[in-house]
């Protein structure tokens, strides 16, 4: 019951959308199109649907199988939920989830008391019983968003397309529809793609996700294999913050500055001028020399937001800044002062060759 | 008694509201004052007989009638139009478009003589349809297509907008639920222009009601058969029967005012309903 | 999401089997755009050229020789003398009205904005008739306009009136959603500069509102010109000549000559009418096209 694309390519007039886009959905699988925006990932989305069509082309969308690149949308039972929900205004909440099912011709469409059970089934399941009968106006964004969820789920469709479902509710209910995405997956199974910008979203939710830029695919993967092996540099920053240290690739180890680091993934690759990475949390940062503080910087200033501070800190030798996370706890312990000279440790840095570029 | 105070930061309150209340006074609600007032000194029982002999109720039958009729086919080309204008692209379109206002800015009379020329026996539209015996000037029909023509632009210009803000996604949400094109249509594109219509109709029919220009020289004005209302009217007053002209434009008038509550309440009801929050 | 709407408008040449899912078939769209076409040629285009073709029928010279009769030229005259009055009149109420619920809260505010919605909404035969019942003969005022020898209905000034109540509403209906849409902040702004009442509105107001008013009077102005039923009520249906200016403004006129069998005539003038009509079409198209794409 797989979902897939093949070599789908779409420009709109001169603007190059997708570049020969393939990618292979299992069947119960949750994935996620993770990107920014202009990385083509939502017209990715409607192509699926059916709501746009790939450039004429080799360029092949697949239902279980079955080639659907030319069928309109209204026959391929694809559930859309949109970004802005596009309720029916003129329904209530119940007619909105009943609306696939009453529009079925003669031959296929179930009896009112089937129906009924349906919805209600339905309804049960987005949590939203008591409301059957209100107006969209007069529910709240994440309400409208699990109505308009319900009334994709109620035509059974072989696949669900979430175009960046909860983008326009504000954080706390984005953070709860997350959760609540994820155990409702884990119930129904249906096999689900969601476009989304929001990296924390997709590694939380996805059972894989694939990062998008500029009509291309960067990196599929699970979320602990993009986290932990991004492919690129741009997946590695758009995944997190990220510090970039230029240095030099030599002999199995990068030269950054004065200082020496491990890199055993470089070996083999000649001496080059590289780019280090490394995550603000993976530096350690020490007053005395010596042992694995290797880099000298000073200190630029220190920032405490909420749970967490940021330290600035500026390279001795060639005055690059990076940003240093810390819990409040490690901060009170260093207590460093603006102007004061510090060590660091880089630790699980990432290689990638000079020619690559975030 | 209205104490005119001093309202928010900007000036001028006392001086325009003074001016605006005064003005409407004088050319609006004194002259009003005075029909009510005159009909208020005839009897109810003269009052009644004068507005309820033959004449004046074929009078009405007619000037009510044929404004249902032509503000309810207007609604279906007044729809088709608006969707067109709306939806597509072709040639002539911004030409079109902005004709459609020409029934709202030409003065009565012109449009009078003018389609009373068009649709004679002999006019240019009239010639096409006398072989198939369908009279049109100086008949009821006639009365009922001059009635349409002033009727079109209000259900256009009050559609128009509704179909030209609809929100694409909801089309193509009903689209992936599976609805073909008309389903989506009937569905979900009608029942939004649905208030937008029927306002239309009400302002269609409010007009058409009291119009006056543009059928009387396209009616044959025979009392009983094709004589409206406002030409009644202009009867007696040609005939100085003072008392029953004020008792037909008192009914008018209440019309006229019950159309008007019932036109902004269509408005505000639909206000509410395209309102987002 | 921009690009979607991009795409819509302008869609490349797709397969047979492929329509955006927000399209008809195109038989059906041009089915629609033909008989949509059909009905507007023969409601709007047709009659719109009858007009014209009617007014040349005995010529060009014949058609001056109607505009230049002085009867013809005493209704110009009177039409000209009631709108210079009418309109400027009800152009000073409608700004006045629109500053005062447009810039302040008060109660019994709709039902103001209702009430001048009232001559929109009344037939234009009763519209005559309601002055008629004031200053006629047997009106209110009319044994004492009778005592000092005024004549207001079946003379100039009842048609003066008239025109005025039948135009009332057109500036103010046209200012009070504008003004509405466009908000207090600028004049508010204003003020806290220190800006008098009149230099607000001079310097702020009116350049904010200038087209709005403009269609607003233009409408006024064109209804004014035409107004027929209500005028009719009141008119003593005397042409003027020469010496006198008559009671007959251009649609009486119009009027007049049709009925004594001078189609071709009363085309001819009926043809001025409907130039202007189509001036304020264009007028209205125009500044539409100019506020769209100002906010965009």
Redesign the interface.
């Known amino acids: 019951m797989s979902v897939e694309v093949r070599n789908i390519i779409k420009q ?2 001169r ?1 190059p ?1 997708l570049h020969g886009v393939s990618l292979k959905v299992e069947s119960g699988e949750l994935v996620a199109l993770l990107g920014p925006s202009g990385s083509g990932k ?2 990715l989305l ?1 192509i699926i649907a ?4 790939p450039d ?1 082309g080799e360029g092949r969308v697949l239902f279980y199988g079955e080639d659907v690149t ?5 026959k391929r039972r694809a559930g859309f939920a949109f ?1 802005h929900y596009a309720l029916f205004r003129h329904l209530d909440v119940f007619e909105n989830i009943a609306f696939g099912l009453r529009i079925r011709s003669h031959r296929t469409r179930p009896r009112e008391s089937e129906i009924r059970e349906s919805v209600e089934k339905l309804l049960k399941l987005v949590q939203l019983e008591s409301l059957a009968k209100r107006f969209p106006s007069q529910l709240s964004g994440g309400q409208r968003q699990r109505v308009a969820l319900a009334r994709a789920l109620a035509i059974e469709p072989k696949v669900l397309l979430l175009d960046e479902p909860f983008g326009a509710l504000d954080a706390k209910v984005r953070k709860e529809l997350r959760h609540w995405l994820r155990q409702l997956h884990e119930e129904i199974h249906v096999t689900t793609l969601f476009v989304t910008h929001d990296q924390e979203e997709a590694l939380e939710v996805a059972d894989r996700v694939a990062i998008l830029r500029e009509g291309r695919i960067e990196q599929i993967g699970t979320p602990e294999e993009i986290y932990d092996y991004p492919a690129t540099p741009f997946v590695y920053d758009f995944l997190g913050n990220v510090n970039a240290f230029a240095g030099r690739v030599h002999d199995g180890s990068v030269e950054i500055g004065e200082s020496k680091f491990a890199a055993p993934e470089t070996v083999g690759r000649g001496d080059t001028d590289a780019i280090a990475f490394v995550r603000p949390h993976d530096i350690h940062v020490t007053r005395r020399p010596g042992g694995p503080a290797k880099l000298a910087a000073r200190v630029v200033l220190c920032h405490a937001a909420g749970p967490l501070a940021h330290l600035e800190l500026e390279r001795l030798d060639n005055g690059g800044r990076f940003t240093v996370e810390l819990s409040k706890e490690q901060l009170h312990q260093l207590a460093p002062k603006p102007g004061e000279r510090m060590f660091v440790e880089l630790r699980n840095v990432k290689i990638f060759p000079e020619d690559y570029s975030i | 008694m ?1 104490r005119l105070r001093q ?7 006392r ?3 003074g ?3 005064l ?2 006074s004088i ?6 004052a ?2 009510f ?2 009909a208020g000194e005839l009897s109810p029982l003269r009052f009644w007989h004068d507005i309820t002999t033959p004449r004046v109720l074929a009078a009405f039958r007619l000037s009510f009638g044929a404004a249902f009729l032509a503000a309810l086919i207007n609604l279906f ?1 007044g729809l ?2 608006a ?3 709306a939806r ?1 692209q ?1 040639w ?1 379109k ?1 030409i ?8 709202f ?11 009373a ?2 649709y004679a026996q002999n006019g ?2 009239g010639r096409w349809l006398a072989p198939l015996g369908i009279k049109v000037a100086y008949t009821q029909l006639g009365v009922f297509v001059a009635l ?2 002033i009727g ?1 632009p209000f259900v256009v210009r009050t559609v128009q907008p509704v179909l030209e803000d609809l929100d ?1 996604e909801v ?2 949400a009903a ?2 639920l599976g609805a073909n ?1 008309w389903q ?1 249509f009937w569905r979900v594109i009608f029942p939004a222009a649905r208030p937008a219509l029927l306002t239309g109709f009400a302002l269609a029919f ?1 007009r058409g ?5 543009s059928v009387i ?1 396209i009616s044959s004005n025979l009392p009983g058969k094709t004589e409206i ?3 009644l ?2 009867t007696k ?1 040609e005939q100085f029967d ?1 008392p029953g ?2 008792a037909i ?1 008192v009914v ?2 209440v019309a ?2 019950a ?3 019932l ?2 309440l269509l408005q505000w009801r639909s206000s509410r309903y395209y309102a987002r929050t | ?1 921009e ?6 408008a ?1 869609r490349p040449a ?2 047979p ?3 955006s ?5 195109p038989f ?2 041009w089915l ?2 033909g ?3 059909v ?2 040629s ?7 050229l ?2 014209f073709v ?1 007014a040349f029928a005995k010529g060009p010279g014949f058609y001056l020789k109607t505009l230049t009769d002085p009867a013809t030229l005493s209704a110009i005259k009177l039409t000209f003398l009631t709108i210079g009055i009418a309109v400027p ?1 009800n152009c ?2 409608g ?3 629109a ?2 619920i447009t ?6 505010k709709n039902i ?1 904005t ?6 929109f ?6 519209s005559g ?6 200053f ?1 003969a ?3 005022f009319g044994p004492w306009l009778v005592a000092h020898n005024i004549r207001v209905i079946f003379a100039v000034p009842g048609i003066v ?1 008239a025109t ?2 039948v135009t ?1 509403p057109f500036v103010a209906r046209e200012l009070i959603p504008l003004m509405q849409a466009q908000g ?1 902040a600028d ?2 702004a204003a ?1 806290v500069l220190g800006s ?2 009149w230099q ?2 001079w310097r702020v107001t009116l350049p904010n509102i200038k087209w709005g008013l403009l269609y607003g009077v233009t ?1 006024c102005n ?1 209804r004014a ?5 209500a005028v ?2 009141v008119s003593g249906h005397i042409s003027g000549g020469t010496d006198a200016l008559g009671t007959n403004t251009i ?2 006129h ?2 007049s000559l ?1 009925d004594n069998y001078n ?1 071709t005539g ?2 001819a003038e ?1 043809s001025v ?2 130039f202007l ?2 001036v ?3 007028l ?2 125009w500044i539409e096209r100019k506020e769209a794409r100002l906010k965009l």
């Open positions: 709109f007039g603007f959308a939502t017209t409607r059916g709501l746009e069509f004429t030319d069928m309109p949308v209204h970004q | 209205l309202r928010g930061v900007l000036p001028g309150f001086l325009t509201l001016y605006a209340l003005y409407l050319i609006v609600l004194i002259p009003l005075a029909t007032a005159k080309f088709l139009v969707w067109v204008l597509y072709f002539s911004r079109m478009d902005a004709l459609v206002d020409l029934p800015a030409l003065p009565t009379a012109v449009a009078g003589i003018t389609l020329t068009l240019w539209i349409m023509f079109l694409l089309e193509e689209a992936s094109r989506t409010a009601v009291g119009e006056y220009g020289f209302v406002p030409l009217i202009v007053l003072y002209a004020t434009a008018m008038l006229s005012f159309l008007l509550l036109i902004n | 999401m690009a979607i709407a991009a795409i819509h302008a797709a397969q089997a492929r329509r899912p927000t399209a008809e078939s059906v769209r629609l755009i008989s949509a076409l009905f507007l023969l409601f709007l285009v047709v009659p719109l009858a007009v009617q009149m000073i109420f700004l006045a009205a500053w005062a810039k302040f809260d008060f109660p019994g103001l209702t009430l001048i919605d009232l001559p909404s009344v037939s234009p035969v009763i008739l309601v002055y008629v019942l004031v006629g047997q009106g209110w009136l005025t109540f009332f207090r004049e508010e003020r008098g009442g607000t509105f409408l064109a010109m035409g107004e027929f039923g009719s009520v649609p009486l119009v009027q049709y189609q009363a085309f009926a009418l409907t009509a189509l304020t079409i264009a209205k198209a």
